[in-house]
């Protein structure tokens, strides 16, 4: 058996023994190959035994300043390949500990050898089965080397506190991401440097998934994934689940085909623990609760009721914490109680609740124990006891000036573990103007100045428009009306709770509108003169959004809960219209009030689609690859609609006794601002001669900022 006497220093650590010399690693006497980059995280660990190395440390000793690489994801390869040859594993590490968000540390006991002690290692020739009475008995240290040993180990050990307490701090840091737009919402992957982001995509007019690598230059965007809200990972971070077309989606970034995992009328917010269920709110309308759902696909089933007692008009925004097991969420009001608006913890196994913090928007979990929640315009951070569900000590503020869309009770902003926060600040990301365009697509006027608008709805005489504004400041939202003839603005609701979608009378005197004031949203009536106090129209426990008011005055066509739904005038009776497949959309009544268009997502993506009325006899569908919102010519000889891609269609049409559609034909590309939450009902009108359309365009402004990284956010907490 042939031997090899090492007489440099050696490392010996369980069944390894590490030359340091050499760099030779071996395994119970049998040598271990270990590549360059994991023989440098080892030596540096070894150095400093007990102590946590940073992962910007270790990056600075494996890649010199100014090497090009993807720090991140080297790093975490070299970690890996360590763990594999000394058979160690992260979640119950003998060797390598990792320390959520900070770093690394080496934690088996270390036996130095010193110099000139003799020991026998195994060439890579020797048998496996050598009998253990041939092994040679190795030498121990004498009592006298032993002490010397132990007391240089407390010498440096005294060293290792000096230096660590002499270390600079940990600084925080702020830069902006390589994006050129801004991004409507962030998801974190559990890598902790992949981000999936929902921003603009020029080639499809609409918002789509993103994937940005942080600190990477620029991001791709993810296929056939148009019209994404709110997405959240898979726990390998092998997937993205995403909001579309009324469904939950999952897309792999490896590839392959968008699967539906269920229903998801307007999602808001998921979260995916290990065991492969899914925690969602399916629909933001007030009332919904939290369902769970296998990531594989099945029905969902209810998990959570909003507590009407507490003043909680929906659950929303759920994040797994560590065990899987529990989560916590928003339950938000939008009845004008904003001091019902919070944080809670809740549980798969139990109906148990528990109140943490008052928030207006969602929150985030982050290792070791912080919570990051939004509240009076600034993002603060706490630290969070896992065990007893409560915020111990003061918030801190981290950031001011975050994205927020009060209308889901949204903050855009996502933290990792490992001390990144990344936000979408400034306040230009939902800013648009109403205008004027002609049928070839030319700007041709505008309304107001540029704001948050909502739901253009002109009047039938065509001199007054009225929209939903929200005020930036109080984030409160409102029915404005416009005066098209001489240029004046006019606010007509000024209750605290969320007034919207307005509906003009064919007569151009009254407005019928939908308001949260009450437990749920219900149809409201309104002088457009602003004369006397608003009405209740329709109210009962399903939320209602009015889409249009007949020609002859007798009936408002309404959406109540995914159906279409009419009440009569005068004598307010009620009756449904229409009974979705999936979820029905945008109704709008012909001018002789003989048939209504609509848009279905029963095929999987939105469509338009035209029935007859007062009795739904028959289904002619329109438009042939996508469309929303119709509205029709003031003669009933066209029919006009948003494509997928939001270009303005028309499709010839007849009506009366029987009805046809010709084929549909692209005028221009318009550039709405995108959809936010289920109050952005229209987003233009057009005039009865069909020759002029009214958007509420998207306004770029320059204040509207990239997305903004911070790293080692958390070193702000103990500043």
């Not at 240089?152 to 230096?163: E, Q, T, Y």
């Not at 949204?410 to 109403?434: E, H, K």
């Amino acid at each position: 058996m042939e031997k090899h006497t090492l007489l440099g220093p050696l490392v010996r650590f369980g069944p390894f023994e590490l030359d340091i010399r050499t760099g030779e690693l071996s395994y119970n006497g049998r040598k271990t190959l270990l590549h360059d980059q994991p023989l440098q995280v080892l030596l540096a660990l070894i150095e400093r035994p007990g102590e946590l190395l940073s992962r910007e440390e270790l990056i600075a000793r494996l890649w010199p300043e100014g090497t090009f690489v993807d720090y991140e994801r080297g790093l975490n390869k070299a970690i890996n390949k360590l763990r594999d040859a000394l058979r160690d594993s992260a979640e119950s590490p003998r060797f390598i500990e990792t320390i959520p968000r900070r770093g690394y540390r080496f934690i088996a006991p270390l036996e130095i050898v010193p110099e000139g002690s003799p020991t026998a290692v195994t060439a890579a020739t020797e048998s496996a089965e050598t009998p253990i009475a041939a092994r040679q008995p190795e030498p121990r240290p004498s009592r006298g080397i032993a002490w010397l040993v132990a007391a240089a180990s407390v010498v440096a050990l005294m060293f290792l506190i000096w230096w660590r307490d002499s270390k600079p701090p940990r600084e925080v840091m702020y830069f902006p991401a390589s994006l050129s737009l801004p991004v409507m919402d962030i998801a974190i992957a559990p890598n902790e440097h992949t981000v999936a982001v929902v921003a603009y995509l020029e080639s499809a007019q609409r918002n789509a998934l993103w994937v940005y690598e942080v600190g990477a230059q620029g991001a791709k965007s993810l296929a056939n994934t148009e019209g994404a809200s709110y997405p959240f990972w898979s726990p390998d971070g092998h997937t993205v689940a995403f909001f579309a077309d009324g469904k939950l989606k999952k897309v792999e970034l490896s590839g392959g085909p968008v699967q539906t995992i269920c229903d998801a009328p307007s999602g808001r917010g998921g979260t995916w623990n290990k065991d492969g269920v899914i925690v969602f709110t399916p629909d933001g309308r007030q009332g919904g609760g939290l369902y769970r759902v296998s990531a594989w696909g099945e029905t969902a089933k209810p998990l959570s009721n909003p507590d009407k007692a507490r003043g909680e008009d929906s659950h929303r925004w759920p994040m797994f914490l560590p065990d899987g097991k529990h989560y916590i969420y928003m339950a938000a009001n939008f009845s004008g109680r904003n001091d019902a608006d919070a944080i809670l913890v809740g549980s798969l196994d139990s109906n148990e609740k528990h109140l943490v913090v008052k928030s207006s928007a969602n929150a985030a979990y982050a290792a070791p124990g912080y919570l990051l929640f939004y509240r009076n315009k600034a993002l603060l951070a706490q630290q969070f006891d896992l065990k007893h569900f409560v915020v111990t000590g003061e918030p801190n503020a981290m950031l001011t000036d975050v994205q927020y869309f009060s209308s889901v009770k949204r903050a855009v902003f996502a933290a990792s573990n490992n001390g990144v926060l990344l936000a979408q600040t400034g306040r230009g990301a939902a800013i648009s103007q109403p205008t004027w365009f002609d049928r070839s697509g030319r700007v041709v006027g505008a309304v107001g100045q540029p704001g948050v608008y909502g739901n253009i709805s002109l009047a039938p005489t065509g001199k007054s428009v009225s929209v939903s504004l929200t005020d930036i400041a109080s984030q409160n939202t409102d029915l404005w009306a416009y005066d098209l003839v001489h240029g004046t603005a006019k606010r007509l609701t000024f209750d605290l709770a969320v007034d919207r979608v307005p509906v003009w009378s064919p007569d151009a005197k009254r407005l019928v509108f939908t308001s949260s004031r009450q437990s749920n949203i219900d149809l409201y009536v309104k002088n457009a003169d602003g004369t006397e106090e608003e009405k209740s129209l329709v109210h009962d426990d399903f939320n209602k959004y009015p889409n249009d008011w007949s020609r002859d005055g007798k009936y408002i066509l309404y959406t109540r809960g995914p159906d279409l739904w009419f009440v009569t005038a005068p004598d307010l009776k009620s009756g449904l219209y229409l009974k979705a497949a999936s979820v029905l959309r945008n109704g709008q009544f012909s001018p002789d009030g003989k048939w209504v268009a609509y848009s279905s997502n029963e095929s999987g993506k939105w469509e338009i689609y035209v029935s007859s009325f007062p009795e739904p006899h028959g289904k002619w569908q329109v438009s042939t690859v996508g469309g929303e919102q119709p509205r029709w010519r003031g003669d009933g000889n066209e029919l006009f609609y948003l494509s997928s891609d939001n270009k303005m269609m028309v499709a010839p049409v007849t009506t009366g006794a029987k009805f046809d559609s010709g084929t549909p034909v692209a005028l221009f590309q318009a550039n709405p601002r995108e959809q936010v939450s289920l109050n952005d009902v229209f987003v233009y009108d057009v005039r009865r001669d069909g020759q002029e359309f009214l958007i509420n365009t998207k306004v770029r402004q320059a204040e509207t900022a990239p997305m903004s990284v911070v790293l080692n956010w958390d070193a702000k907490l103990n500043q």
